[in-house]
């Protein structure tokens, strides 16, 4: 049988915070979804080494790289299936980032937002530009690049601030290809239009910058009390309320179903009391983080299990990450000196990741295509067409994901399944 074509989705978490229902409801619930969808392989990690550009608290690191660990499984994140690890596990990493530094333009990370704004704030202050910018913070986006660029991940969820870094990588990427050869991926941003932006206690964005959260495995008391901070207006109980604008009603709509959400609506046109409505919040985040919080909590008491979990992932992924090292230093020319020079092996073509279409001409006259899977097994075979020009139109068609109409030209090879072709029509259009 064939294996499944896979979209790769990779994306790190920087470990200085403690996660709250911001983060929660825009990154964790997502992904944790996103990873169960088949034809898809996932890459989630602890960007550890990032977090040190932003803080020099051994112990906060430390703490935050066990909290998030244990929400992200709490979450539901299966180890087994997905790839959970922790960046500084993987020495490869470190080690790639060298290489695209070599081949990355100062003046392209002289551009990057984060470090811009840091010396755009240093002129307006009066001091010297570079005034406590590290080159730590200047080289951020190589080493996000590597984070990336290692797994041949083709799409990349993140959120909008973190778009030009995911271009940046793409940028490394051709330049390394440019001069070494086919062998990254180019990745894309993959941003979720349907993730709703959560607002905090003051109806800005949540985030741990504004001190407006909401912790996401606080003793309920303490989530109960947050929520009583929510800002409301000062209309009374009895008084209509108005659902725009309403952080409350927002908060509760990421959680709840439609009825539910409807059902509160219709309560604020009927004038609900807002120590009402914080109770029905408290009660709906309650019921969705309740039962996650049991495992939350058994698995932050008990570290040893979570690093075992991390080591293993880390494992995992550096059966990726070491052979590849190998064939990019061998790339670059950091090679045994016993081996001859110029033998390179072909470096294996990043792209032949893919599925692909193969369009020939048959004896009988008529033209046909196959579609097949990144490692060449047969998935579908095209029926006969009278032109070449018809089967391209029907390759066309399909390669941007669309298969209406073209059902009867395609006949499954034996084992595919039509979620398996769709599944590789899917890759295709995204490629
Ligand atoms: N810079 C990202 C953030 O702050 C975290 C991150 C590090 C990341 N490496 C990555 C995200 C690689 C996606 C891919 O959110």
Same mark, same amino acid.
């Given at each position: ?15 200085? =915070?403690?996660?709250?229902? @911001? ?15 088949? @034809? ?26 066990? #909290? ?98 995911? #271009? ?39 985030? &741990? ?11 309920? #008391?303490?989530?109960? &009390? ?48 807002? =120590? ?31 690093? &075992?979990?991390?080591?293993? @992932? ?77 089967? =391209? ?13 073209? #059902? ?24």
């Amino acid at each position: 049988m064939s294996p499944i074509p896979t979209v790769r989705f990779l994306t790190g978490i920087t470990t200085t =915070g403690t996660p709250h229902l @911001g983060n929660y409801v825009g990154a964790i619930r997502p992904a944790v979804e996103a990873s169960r969808r088949a @034809g898809t392989q996932n890459f989630y990690f602890l960007a550890d080494y990032h977090a040190l550009i932003k803080c020099d608290e051994p112990a906060r690191i430390q703490r935050s790289t066990l #909290e998030i660990a244990a929400c992200w499984l709490a979450a539901g994140l299966d180890p087994e299936h997905v790839f959970f690890y922790r960046q500084s596990d993987i020495p490869e990493v470190p080690e790639l980032t060298w290489l695209l530094t070599c081949v990355t333009g100062k003046g392209l990370l002289n551009r990057a937002h984060a470090y811009k704004a840091s010396v755009d704030k240093n002129v307006a202050a009066g001091s010297d530009p570079d005034a406590d910018v590290t080159a730590g913070l200047f080289m951020y986006p190589v080493l996000m690049a590597a984070d990336i660029l290692m797994f041949k991940a083709h799409k990349i969820p993140v959120g909008r601030d973190q778009v030009q870094h995911i #271009e940046m990588a793409r940028d490394i990427a051709q330049s390394f290809n440019h001069l070494y050869g086919e062998h990254f991926v180019l990745p894309e941003a993959a941003i979720d239009e349907s993730v709703a932006m959560l607002p905090g206690l003051d109806g800005r964005k949540m985030s &741990k910058s504004y001190d407006n959260i909401i912790p996401l495995f606080a003793p309920p #008391e303490l989530i109960r &009390k947050q929520i009583a901070n929510i800002v409301t207006d000062s209309r009374a109980p009895g008084e209509p309320k108005q659902v725009d604008g309403s952080a409350l009603f927002q908060i509760y709509q990421a959680f709840a179903s439609a009825e539910e959400t409807q059902a509160l609506r219709k309560a604020y046109a009927d004038g609900i009391g807002w =120590g009402d409505a914080k109770q029905l919040l408290f009660e709906r985040i309650d019921r969705e983080i309740a039962p996650m919080r049991e495992r939350h909590d058994a698995l932050i008491n008990n570290p040893a299990q979570l690093e &075992k979990i991390l080591r293993a @992932g880390a494992d995992k992924a550096r059966q990726i990450a070491t052979p590849f090292m190998g064939e990019l230093r061998h790339a670059v020319g950091l090679r045994n000196l016993a081996a001859p020079a110029g033998t390179a092996p072909k470096a294996r073509q990043a792209k032949a990741a893919l599925p692909s279409f193969k369009q020939y001409r048959e004896a009988d006259g008529r033209h046909y295509f196959k579609l097949v899977d990144a490692a060449g097994a047969l998935l579908a075979q095209s029926t006969g067409f009278a032109s070449p020009q018809d089967a =391209g139109r029907a390759v066309a068609q399909l390669r941007q994901g669309r298969l209406d109409g073209l #059902e009867k030209a395609l006949q499954l090879a034996d084992g595919v399944t039509a979620a398996q072709l769709s599944a590789a029509l899917a890759v295709l259009s995204q490629a």
